[in-house]
């Protein structure tokens, strides 16, 4: 807004009052960059070492997670073998 006898008038801002006019849409940051949600900010809150360290603990967890996942679809075949075998041998 700029200081203009209209945006006085319209504001109730005497012709001969001294005021200082901020306009809040220049002061705003421009959006920051984010980086697989990750802000600049964050990311320059990291150093190398700290970011290589995430990626290592996240890889081990990833393996884990694909480990435990091998391990219940093989689990899965051996029921389904069981189940079969149950079936041939019968009861209850």
Do not use: C, F, Y
């Given at each position: ?39 600049d ?47 041939i041998?019968?009861?209850?």
């Amino acid at each position: 807004m700029k200081d203009t006898p209209e945006n006085r008038k319209k504001l109730g801002i005497p012709a001969n009052a001294e005021v200082e006019w901020i306009d809040l849409d220049e002061q705003q940051k421009p959006p920051e960059v984010v980086t697989a949600g990750w802000t600049d900010t964050q990311i320059q809150g990291k150093t190398v070492a700290e970011i290589d360290t995430l990626i290592l603990q996240n890889e081990l967890a990833a393996e884990s997670i694909e480990k435990s996942l091998v391990q219940q679809h093989q689990m899965v075949h051996n029921l389904r073998k069981v189940r079969q075998r149950k079936l041939i041998i019968g009861g209850q």
